[in-house]
Nanobody
Framework: QVELVESGGGSVQDGGSLRLSCVASGYIFSTKYLAWFRQVPGKEREGVASIGHYDNTFYEDSAKGRFTISRDYAKKILYLQMNSLKPEDSGVYYC???????????????????WGLGTQVTVSS
């Protein structure tokens, strides 16, 4: 059983910063791909950033140069540092682990089906 708990969301002005955290349990944290997804009401979740083997990272185009995904192996925490935030970055951000039940969402060549409950990010202009 995998449990993921996100935190760090909030409301910021255009250009502000937030750091999201995801505390993981019940999984092999160090060997799996992890990712952050964003969801806007009425739409499916979209991948924002992922981190995998050798700590290789992948970012959606809009996140490049502004967001940084990282993980703490000892504490089993996944982070997303978000700088220079824009209103279009708003949404519910979900922590995700590779694998899980059938279905899920593909991003950066991996299937993610373990999800946290999400944390809201709102960026105002």
């Amino acid at each position: 059983q995998v449990e993921l708990v996100e935190s760090g969301g909030g409301s910021v002005q255009d250009g502000g910063s937030l750091r999201l955290s995801c505390v993981a349990s019940g999984y092999i944290f160090s060997t799996k791909y992890l990712a952050w997804f964003r969801q806007v009401p009425g739409k499916e979740r979209e991948g924002v950033a992922s981190i995998g083997h050798y700590d290789n990272t992948f970012y959606e185009d809009s996140a490049k140069g502004r967001f940084t995904i990282s993980r703490d192996y000892a504490k089993k925490i996944l982070y997303l540092q978000m700088n220079s935030l824009k209103p279009e970055d708003s949404g519910v951000y979900y922590c995700a682990f590779e694998g899980g039940p059938d279905g899920g969402t593909w991003f950066a060549g991996r299937r993610f089906a373990y999800w946290g409950l999400g944390t809201q990010v709102t960026v105002s202009s």
